[in-house]
C-alpha cells in the first residue's frame, strides 16, 4: 500500500512575552547606537562649518583691511592709491565743504543729515553728491602728487615736524571735545582704516604742498609796475565811491496791469523828484529819507549816530547795477545828485555822489594777490595735465558718466531721421505703386 506524502511539519519556538519584550530593547539599543553615531558625525561636521565661517569671516575682514591699506583703490599718474589714501582725501574734502558751505549747503541741494551717495546732483548725468566729492578728491591727490613731484625737482624742501605737531594736538583736542576716543576720531573723520600713523605721510603731504603753493604765490608776485598798469586799465573796478542814496518803491499788487505800473511810477517819479527838489534847496538828506520811508524804516534814518543813507567804500560790483555808471562816471563831482529809474524792480532811486578814490594799499594788495593766484593756478593746471585718472576698478562714477540730455537729443535726431527714412521709403513705396498702375 502506497504510502502518502504527509507536509513537513517545521517545529517553531513559541515566544513568550518575556522573549518579545528582550527582543524589543535590544531593538532599541541598535537604534540608539545608530543614532548616537549621526549625531557625533553630523554635530562634528556643524562644529568644522561654524569654526571655517568665523576663520573665514575673520580672514575676510583681514584681506579687505590690507586690501584698503595696500591694494590699489585707483592710480594717479604712475602712484598707486589705496582706499585708505583715498578715503583721506575724499574725508577731508567733505570736511572742508561742510566747514565752507555748511550753512547754505540747503539751498545747494545737499541734505547734511543724509547720505551723499543718496542725493542726486547732476540730473543730466545721474551723478550722485558722493560722485561729486569722489571728484574733487580725486582732483585734489592729483594736485598734491603734481606739487610734490615738481618741489622735489626744483629742491623744495619743508620741515613740517612743529606743524605736524600742533594738527596732531588740535586732533586730540577736537576728540575730546566730541567725548570721542583718538582713535574712533580717525575713523569718522578721515575713513574706516585711518589711524594716526597711517596717515601721517597724507598729513605730511598737505603741509609741504601748503608750504610749497606759498613759495610759487610769493616767486609769481607781480611788480609794481604790473600792479599800476593793471590798476590803469580798469579803475573803476577798483576804486571806492562814498553815496548816499534812498529808494521809493512801488507797493503793486500781484495782478497789477500795466496800466497800474505805469500810475504807481509815474507817483514815484513825482515823489522822488520832489525828494531831489528839496535836497538842492538844502534839506537834510535823512530827514528827507524819514519823511518819505515807510514807518519800519523811520527809525532807522532818524538815528543820528547810524547816518543810515550813507554808503562809504563802495566797489562798483558791490553797489547796485542801475546806478554803478552814474557814481562811477568820470566827470562826476562831489553833490551830484540825481533820480535814476530801476524799471525792472518797479522803484526809483535818489542818489548823491560824495567822493570815489583809489586805497592803494589795499588795492595794490589785492590786485598782487589775485595776479599771482592767477599765475600759480595756471602753472599748476601745466603740471597737473601730465597726471592721468585710472580707475580700473570702476570706483569713480563720474569718469564714465554721461549727459542723458545729450543721448535724448542725440536719440531723438535718430528717430527723426528714421522717421525721415520711412517717410521717404513710403513715399518711394507709393510713387512705385503710381508707376504699376500707368504700366498696368
Known amino acids: 500500500?502506497?504510502?502518502?506524502?504527509?507536509?513537513?511539519?517545521?517545529?517553531?519556538?513559541?515566544?513568550?512575552?518575556?522573549?518579545?519584550?528582550m527582543a524589543a530593547r535590544k531593538a532599541k539599543e541598535e537604534r540608539d547606537r545608530r543614532d548616537e553615531k549621526i549625531f557625533?558625525?553630523?554635530t562634528a561636521v556643524i562644529g568644522i562649518a561654524i569654526v571655517l565661517a568665523i576663520v573665514i569671516g575673520f580672514g575676510s575682514s583681514i584681506v579687505k583691511k590690507q586690501t584698503a591699506l595696500h591694494g590699489t583703490y585707483i592710480q594717479v599718474g604712475e602712484e598707486n592709491i589705496s582706499k585708505l589714501e583715498f578715503d583721506y582725501y575724499y574725508h577731508s574734502v567733505v570736511n572742508s565743504y561742510l566747514s565752507?558751505?555748511?550753512s547754505i549747503a540747503s539751498?545747494?541741494?545737499?541734505?547734511?543729515?543724509?547720505?551723499?551717495?543718496?542725493?542726486?546732483?547732476?540730473?543730466?548725468?545721474?551723478l550722485t553728491w558722493k560722485d561729486l566729492f569722489e571728484e574733487m578728491a580725486v582732483q585734489q591727490i592729483v594736485s598734491t602728487y603734481a606739487m610734490k613731484a615738481d618741489a622735489q625737482a626744483n629742491g623744495f624742501t619743508y620741515?613740517?615736524?612743529?606743524?605736524?605737531?600742533?594738527?596732531?594736538?588740535?586732533?586730540?583736542?577736537?576728540?575730546?571735545?566730541?567725548?570721542?576716543?583718538?582713535?574712533?576720531?580717525?575713523?569718522?573723520?578721515?575713513?574706516?582704516?585711518?589711524?594716526?600713523?597711517?596717515?601721517?605721510?597724507?598729513?605730511?603731504?598737505?603741509?609741504?604742498?601748503?608750504?610749497?603753493?606759498?613759495?610759487?604765490?610769493?616767486?609769481?608776485?607781480?611788480?609794481?609796475?604790473?600792479?599800476?598798469?593793471?590798476?590803469?586799465?580798469d579803475p573803476a573796478s577798483y576804486d571806492d565811491v562814498?553815496?548816499?542814496?534812498?529808494?521809493?518803491?512801488?507797493?503793486?499788487?500781484?495782478?497789477?496791469?500795466?496800466?497800474?505800473?505805469?500810475?504807481a511810477m509815474d507817483d514815484l517819479k513825482a515823489k522822488a523828484d520832489a525828494f531831489l527838489t528839496e535836497r538842492k534847496a538844502g534839506g537834510d538828506f535823512n530827514a528827507l529819507c524819514a519823511e518819505n520811508a515807510s514807518e519800519d524804516d523811520k527809525a532807522n534814518y532818524e538815528d543820528t549816530e547810524s547816518d543810515y543813507s550813507l554808503k562809504e567804500g563802495q566797489r562798483k560790483s558791490y553797489a547796485p547795477s542801475v546806478i554803478?555808471?552814474?557814481l562811477f562816471d568820470d566827470t562826476r563831482a562831489e553833490g551830484d545828485i540825481e533820480v535814476i529809474e530801476d524799471t525792472d524792480n518797479h522803484q526809483y532811486y535818489v542818489v548823491e555822489f560824495i567822493k570815489r578814490y583809489y586805497d592803494a594799499e589795499t588795492v595794490d594788495s589785492e590786485i598782487s594777490d589775485s595776479m599771482a593766484s592767477d599765475a600759480t593756478a595756471a602753472y599748476l593746471s601745466s603740471l597737473t595735465e601730465k597726471f592721468e585718472v585710472s580707475d580700473q576698478k570702476g570706483h569713480l562714477n563720474y569718469l564714465t558718466a554721461t549727459d542723458s540730455s545729450s543721448d535724448s537729443t542725440a536719440?531723438?535726431?535718430?528717430?527723426?531721421?528714421?522717421?525721415?527714412?520711412?517717410?521717404?521709403?513710403?513715399?518711394?513705396?507709393?510713387?512705385?505703386?503710381?508707376?504699376?498702375?500707368?504700366?498696368?
Open 411 to 440: 536719440a531723438d535726431g535718430s528717430d527723426s531721421t528714421d522717421e525721415t527714412s520711412d517717410t521717404g521709403t513710403a513715399e518711394s513705396d507709393e510713387m512705385d505703386g503710381t508707376e504699376d498702375t500707368a504700366e498696368e
Open 100 to 102: 565752507t558751505y555748511g
Open 159 to 233: 620741515d613740517s615736524t612743529e606743524e605736524y605737531e600742533s594738527q596732531i594736538e588740535q586732533f586730540r583736542s577736537a576728540a575730546d571735545s566730541a567725548a570721542e576716543t583718538l582713535s574712533v576720531y580717525y575713523r569718522e573723520t578721515f575713513g574706516d582704516y585711518a589711524t594716526e600713523k597711517n596717515i601721517k605721510p597724507f598729513l605730511e603731504d598737505a603741509l609741504l604742498t601748503n608750504a610749497y603753493y606759498q613759495e610759487l604765490l610769493a616767486k609769481n608776485a607781480p611788480s609794481e609796475e604790473e600792479i599800476k598798469t593793471t590798476y590803469e586799465a
Open 242 to 263: 562814498d553815496y548816499r542814496s534812498f529808494v521809493f518803491k512801488a507797493d503793486l499788487a500781484d495782478d497789477a496791469t500795466e496800466d497800474d505800473i505805469a500810475a
Open 324 to 326: 554803478q555808471d552814474f
Open 40 to 42: 557625533k558625525t553630523v
Open 1 to 21: 500500500m502506497a504510502k502518502k506524502n504527509e507536509p513537513e511539519v517545521t517545529e517553531q519556538k513559541v515566544q513568550t512575552r518575556y522573549d518579545k519584550k
Open 107 to 126: 539751498y545747494m541741494g545737499l541734505d547734511t543729515s543724509k547720505d551723499p551717495a543718496e542725493q542726486i546732483y547732476d540730473q543730466d548725468k545721474n
